[in-house]
Each structure stands twice: as structure tokens, then as C-alpha cells.
């Protein structure tokens, strides 16, 4: 078990304590929401020099991974970009390794949501840039010149004014960007608006189920709740095999009873009750109700998990499984919030849809070279609990090729000194099926703080910072532009691969293998000088050979660079370089009649011609050609 986590009363203590009764006036970045991207925001901004401060309305950081009880991470188990990579790191060292957490069937990393929790506190207490204010809520935003004035309200009931040059969104349901103006989306987009075939002919306001997870444990005697009113068992009847299982909604996903129970089985003889087939998934539509709404509104699904507890406890038997009295310190021992799967999708610079996920190189816009984040699971929507559910597309884990997220969409069009996290950035509605998954918006969070506070140092508008520079940020911090598994993140080899893959000039291939969504660059395949192509769209003016799948030398290749170089007006050897870059590189074999390797040519290219860094680009992926006058 990790020794220095402190335990989790003792973590809230020390927090509360180190922070006393004095803040900032006046900070660099404002983070609205302590939620997985709020807290990846705050730590990546604070740690490149800036001053930061993340509010958050409840008593713990981590939103769905940890006060929604979602604590099953959902994909990039073998993508651990950034933070969310030390998140990942430090979880494991807490329980002793990566099997301790292979505790339930629906992921490979499970954890206690109190746990996670106290990491995150841990993680942001380290950070001397950083202040944390909890039970704190904004009330008022006003834009004043070049800065945000944000009016917000402190746990004991006082207000105070804070004065920021940047805002991070990074509510559950895109409440900031509604107040600053941004033009959002809400639901299912019509196939006619996005060209997914796979969207609806008509759009709609439907969105995802919500969820109030609960977090139950073995007690070891009977800890069967009162029959909560209105208890009907006709509504959990085909959660799993059981008598009175007649007539089920999805016939092919009648599981057992233990399957149901393991499917997020906790370390510590924990279960978290996530559970989407006829449990306690609940729809109701909340992004457009004011606060009070939808506390009032929330009562009702919180019943609804209820009620699933005790068909659990009553109708199948686990009757000493009770709601953890050692989680939540909430009156009803539920989390603090429920599992929002979906909320506002913001108009931004660019929208990410299905198709740039599906076929990445052959849009209209480049996206996949902005990227600043990668994910892998397949699109999963939950629709079941919607009265006429059966009418909507089918999107239970659509499967996709894993992929690299735009910068752009975090950016909202109109609204300067915004940058908006969390899962309401620009993305297609189909398309959000993937990206809200926690490690997805754990890297989105990284990417608006890296965007701050480069926004921040370089005196820049959000809109005017180079796409390239918030990319180096996350390179340097371990995260991954695309998703490619060819080396791990501490190979020499990762960078230039991850560099030379978002110009486009060698492009990788993404398959879907069973629940696994991967994509390679490749490398160790011989390289064909039709895969060369791409050098064209960076330098149109270099001409190329023309052999079609002929395989390249290695003096070819070194050719075909030098030619490059010359019109480029790079005065270096290249031949004298490329040698010695070979033997920086551990590269094998430096022959020069031999095939080169995919993965050899990337790594020459990018540290002979560098063209991740010398060949703009636009917000949309395009290169800029610069014109001599």
C-alpha cells in the first residue's frame, strides 16, 4: 500500500488547514468545477508557473471518477497519457500494483471511490501555484476589459469577487459557457448536420441516461433497507437471470446474477452499481433546470438506485450487501452527484464528429494533427431508460478505431478568455460516446490548463496560441497526441513518432479487435515509397519518386531527406546527421542497401527536417505555406 497517502480523513484535514482563510483576488486561471478535467486543469496550469484556482460545489475533487462513484476506468488502460498516466501510477501503488485493481470484469483498473479522492487531494496539494476552495459556487461572471470578474460563493456563506485573465469550464454540464454566451448544442444532431450514417434522420434533446451509482459492501448480515415507496421489482426484473425475468429489453445481455454483482467489484469486498442493463440507469433531461430543479429532480433517481438496492438485497438475495458507511459522507450514503453522461456541447472552433474518428485522414479538416488528447473505447451510449429508446440509433460500443482529439474543440467560438473542458467541448453527439470517458476528459483537462496558461505567459488571446506549443506541453508531460502503441511513453523513440504521426507525413492505422479500439504507426514495418505521399502536404514543392509499393532504402530515404533539406535551406549534412542519428536512437544495422523502417524514417524526419515545429498549422490541421515576397 502506498505509505505516503496520507489516509482520506487526514488528507481533508491537512487540506482544509493548509488553505486557512485568506485566497487570491486576483489569479491567472480560474477552473470552475473540480471534476476530472477541473483537477487535471488546475495541476497542469499551476505547474508551468501560473497562478491557479479551481472552486468546486462539493466536498471532494474528482467529479465522476470519484463524487459520481464511477470508479471503473473505462479504456486507455495501455494509453497512459499525462496525468492521467500518474493518476493510474499512483492508484496502483496505493493497492500494491495493476492486478490489485483487476477486481470486476468491466475494466482492468478498479478502485474505492474515497481513494481516488485522496489521491487527487494529494496530487493538488503538491502543486505551490494551486488553491482549492470546496462548497465553494460561482454566482456571478462578468467580462471587464481583458479579465474575467467571477462572483462566487464560499462554504460559509460569504461572497467573494475573483479576477482572472483565463476561465476553465470544467462543470458536469456546461453551466460557465451558458453564462458567458457560447452557442451550444443539446442532444442528438441529425445525420443531415454532422454526415454520421449512423445518426438519426431528424435531430432531437435526447440525451444520455444519468446515473446515481451506489457503492455497497459486504457487512456480513442482513443490512436490507426499508422497502422504499413505490417499490416496483417489475422495473429491475431483467437486470440479470431470475424467476420473474420474463421479458427482457436486450435478450442477448441477460447475464447472471454474480455477473451482474462483479461487473464492478471494488477492492475490499466493495461492488459499485453502475449497472446499465434494467438497473439503475434513470433518464431525465436536467442541462437547461436551474439549481433547484434539479436537486428536486435528483431525488427521484436517487430513489430509483434506491430501489435497485433493495430488488438487489430483497429479490436476489445479497442481503448483507449494504450502501458503504466508510464512502460518501452524505446523509444517504449515495455519492455527491450523479453520473452525467452528457451535457451542453459547445459551437467551437472546430466540432469532432464520428467521421473524423472513423477515417481521420481523408476529411475536409485535418483535426487528427491538433490533437491533444487520445482515447480508445468504443462510442456507448445509454438510451434504455428513454420511453422509445428502441427508435434511437443503436450505440451499444459501436466500435471505432482509437483516435486523437482536436484542439479546437475546447475553444468556443465568440467568447474570448474561454476555454471549456469536461464533456461539453465541441463534439457531434455521436461522437461524445466516446469522448466522455474519464481518461479521455482527465487529457482534456490537461490540455485547456497547458492552453491557459500558455494564453497566460505568452500575453496571448486563448484563440491566438499555437497549436504546436500546447502540443510540446503535453509531449513534455508524458501525454500522447495519437494513439499510437508502437513505444511506450519513456522510449527515446515516442516523441518523434508522436510528432512525425500529427504532420500526417507517415500515417497510422487504427483497427478494432473484439472491445480493444488500436491504432499503430507501424514501425517496425518495411516502409513503401507509396506511404511517402505525405511529405507532400508539408512540402508541396519537393517532388517525389514515383515507385508505388516498391520498399525504400535507407540511402533512398536519407535522399529523399536531403532534398528536402536543400530546399528547405537547411544547411546541415544530412547524410553525417542521419548517422549519427541513427546511433542516438539505438536504430540497428546502419546499411545503407537495406529496407529503412517505418519507425526509422519517422525518427530521421523528425530530427532531420523537423517538421512538426517548422511546418505551421492552423487551428483546423492545415498546414500554413509561408510565401516569400
Not at 470544467?170 to 445525420?191: N, P
Amino acid at each position: 500500500m502506498r505509505s505516503s497517502l496520507i489516509p482520506f480523513l487526514g488528507v481533508l484535514l491537512t487540506f482544509f488547514a493548509s488553505c486557512g482563510n485568506t485566497w487570491d483576488d486576483e489569479i491567472d486561471v480560474l477552473v470552475v468545477g473540480g471534476g476530472a478535467s477541473g483537477v487535471t486543469s488546475g495541476i497542469q496550469a499551476a505547474r508551468m508557473g501560473v497562478k491557479t484556482l479551481v472552486i468546486e460545489e462539493t466536498e471532494w475533487l474528482g467529479g465522476m471518477l470519484t463524487a459520481a462513484g464511477v470508479s471503473a476506468i473505462d479504456g486507455n488502460y495501455n494509453l497512459p497519457a499525462g496525468l492521467w498516466g500518474e493518476f493510474k501510477e499512483r492508484l496502483a501503488d496505493y493497492y500494491g500494483g495493476l492486478d490489485a485493481m483487476r477486481t470486476g470484469w468491466v475494466s482492468n483498473l478498479l478502485f474505492e471511490p474515497s481513494v481516488g479522492n485522496a489521491i487527487l487531494h494529494e496530487m493538488t496539494q503538491a502543486e505551490k501555484n494551486l488553491q482549492i476552495r470546496k462548497q465553494t459556487a460561482l454566482k456571478k461572471l462578468k467580462r471587464e476589459g481583458e479579465y474575467w470578474l467571477a462572483v462566487v460563493q464560499t462554504r460559509d456563506k460569504g461572497l467573494k469577487t475573483v479576477r482572472a485573465k483565463v476561465l476553465i469550464d470544467a462543470t458536469e454540464l456546461g453551466d460557465v459557457a451558458k453564462l458567458c454566451g457560447v452557442k451550444y448544442d443539446i442532444g442528438m444532431e441529425s445525420r443531415s448536420d454532422t454526415n454520421e450514417e449512423i445518426a438519426p434522420e431528424k435531430g432531437n434533446n435526447i440525451v444520455q441516461d444519468i446515473t446515481y451509482v451506489a457503492i455497497l459492501k459486504d457487512y456480513g448480515r442482513d443490512v436490507t433497507i426499508p422497502q422504499p415507496e413505490g417499490y416496483n421489482p417489475k422495473e429491475f426484473a431483467c437486470a440479470c437471470a431470475n424467476p420473474i425475468c420474463i421479458t427482457p429489453k436486450e435478450p442477448n445481455r441477460v447475464w447472471s446474477k454474480e455477473m451482474m454483482l462483479t461487473y464492478g467489484k471494488l477492492p475490499n469486498n466493495k461492488y459499485m452499481v453502475n449497472w446499465p442493463i434494467e438497473g439503475n440507469d434513470y433518464y431525465i433531461n436536467l442541462v437547461e433546470m436551474s439549481p433547484d430543479e434539479r436537486t428536486r429532480a435528483l431525488e427521484y433517481a436517487k430513489h430509483y438506485t434506491l430501489c435497485f438496492v433493495y430488488f438487489i438485497q430483497h429479490e436476489l438475495g445479497y442481503n448483507t450487501l449494504g450502501l458503504a458507511d466508510d464512502e460518501y459522507p452524505t446523509p444517504d450514503k449515495l455519492p455527491f452527484i450523479p453520473y452525467h453522461r452528457e451535457s451542453r456541447r459547445i459551437h467551437g472552433l472546430v466540432r469532432f464528429t464520428l467521421n473524423h474518428i472513423t477515417n481521420p485522414y481523408t476529411q475536409s479538416e485535418p483535426l487528427y494533427r491538433t490533437s491533444i488528447a487520445v482515447g480508445d473505447y468504443p462510442v456507448d451510449h445509454h438510451h434504455t431508460r428513454y420511453h422509445g429508446y428502441e427508435e434511437l440509433p443503436n450505440l451499444y460500443f459501436h466500435p471505432i478505431p482509437s483516435f486523437g482529439l482536436p484542439l479546437g474543440a475546447l475553444i468556443p467560438q465568440g467568447v474570448e478568455g474561454l476555454i471549456v473542458a469536461e464533456k461539453s467541448i465541441s463534439v457531434s453527439n455521436i461522437a461524445n460516446g466516446t469522448t466522455r470517458l474519464q481518461p479521455v476528459v482527465l487529457q482534456i483537462g490537461q490540455a485547456a490548463g497547458a492552453l491557459a496558461a500558455l494564453s497566460v505567459v505568452q500575453q496571448k488571446k486563448v484563440c491566438e496560441v499555437n497549436v504546436r506549443s500546447v502540443q510540446k506541453v503535453i509531449l513534455d508531460a508524458k501525454g500522447y497526441l495519437m494513439p499510437y502503441l508502437d513505444v511506450p511513453v519513456d522510449d527515446i523513440r515516442f516523441k518523434s513518432y508522436q510528432r512525425i504521426g500529427s504532420t500526417g507525413i507517415l500515417k497510422g492505422v487504427g483497427r478494432n479487435v473484439e472491445w480493444s479500439n488500436q491504432t499503430w504507426l507501424r514501425a517496425d514495418t518495411l516502409l513503401l515509397a507509396s506511404e511517402l505521399q505525405g511529405l507532400s502536404d508539408a512540402y508541396p514543392h519537393v517532388h517525389l519518386p514515383q515507385k508505388g509499393d516498391t520498399p525504400v532504402t535507407v540511402e533512398e530515404a536519407i535522399e529523399i531527406i536531403r532534398k528536402i533539406a536543400t530546399e528547405e535551406n537547411l544547411k546541415e549534412d544530412i547524410m553525417k546527421r542521419a548517422e549519427q542519428v541513427w546511433q542516438e536512437f539505438g536504430m540497428k544495422n546502419f546499411d545503407l542497401k537495406r529496407t529503412i523502417l517505418r519507425g526509422e524514417m519517422a525518427v530521421l524526419i523528425d530530427q532531420l527536417l523537423d517538421p512538426f515545429n517548422n511546418k505551421k498549422i492552423d487551428i483546423k490541421g492545415r498546414f500554413i505555406q509561408q510565401v516569400d515576397f
